[in-house]
């Protein structure tokens, strides 16, 4: 079973526009929660993490919201550039357990 | 040069034939994975190794089987391949507990078994 679920396979913005890419996820146990970006040919570089005990953690132009009650993340990114063009993965895990991965969300930024 | 190097890159292959896939890395990581990716599906953890003496299975690991044969070292071996095992293979470190730590990854092996 899917315990981290991303059910927008793609996203198309306007360079300068705010992506906004969610990712749910079923498990209650997970305390810590990432975002991956994936360039073509290339394997998946970490972006930015939450812990359960916080619900907003913002790095430059990107900020994860975590809505622990509603089981809910999401990847904020202002102003998204050409260069965001990527596939997102969100991920979680339960302590020192393994960690599970979504399916991932393939963001287009047009110029 | 990469913290985390997989070869081959690529590989086709016919069914019924063993193939290994190698990782290493320059990180100093304790903790090593081997995913694989499959459209719609993510990524999925097949093996992980804490440290040299350590090999756990992951979510899906039937068909697999690893090898950690130095700190820096952790290959994936398929000892009879099928076509479903066809796939984006990965391997990844981390440095710390592995549930509260970013993991690095390999460029990827892709896998094609005819």
């Known amino acids: 079973d899917q315990q981290v679920k991303q059910n927008s396979p793609s996203l198309s913005v306007q360079e300068g526009r705010i992506s906004i890419l969610n990712c749910d996820y079923t498990n209650s146990m997970f305390d810590y929660f990432l975002w991956y970006k994936k360039y073509p040919a290339e394997g998946p570089t970490f972006l930015i993490s939450?812990?359960?005990?916080?619900d907003k953690n913002e790095d430059g132009r990107f900020t994860v919201f975590l809505n622990k009650s509603a089981k809910h993340l999401s990847l904020h990114i202002v102003p998204s550039q050409p260069g965001d063009s990527a596939v997102y993965f969100c991920a979680a895990s339960e302590g020192d357990n393994d960690m599970r991965f979504g399916a991932g969300t393939r963001l287009t930024v047009k110029p | 040069d990469a913290d985390v190097t997989q070869t081959p890159r690529n590989r086709i292959t016919k069914t019924g034939k063993r193939i290994m896939l190698e990782c290493s890395q320059t990180?100093?990581?304790?903790?090593m994975y081997w995913y694989r990716q499959d459209p719609g599906l993510g990524l999925r953890l097949i093996y992980y190794s804490f440290d040299v003496k350590d090999i756990n299975k992951g979510e899906i690991s039937d068909g697999y089987s690893v090898s950690r044969q130095a700190q820096a070292k952790f290959s994936l071996s398929l000892e009879s391949a099928i076509p479903n095992q066809t796939a984006l293979y990965f391997c990844?470190?981390?440095?710390?507990?592995?549930?509260?730590?970013?993991?690095?990854f390999g460029d990827g092996t892709r896998l094609s078994i005819l």
């Open positions: 990180k100093g990581h304790d903790r």
């Open positions: 990844a470190t981390s440095g710390g507990q592995g549930g509260n730590q970013p993991q690095h």
């Open positions: 939450i812990s359960s005990i916080k």
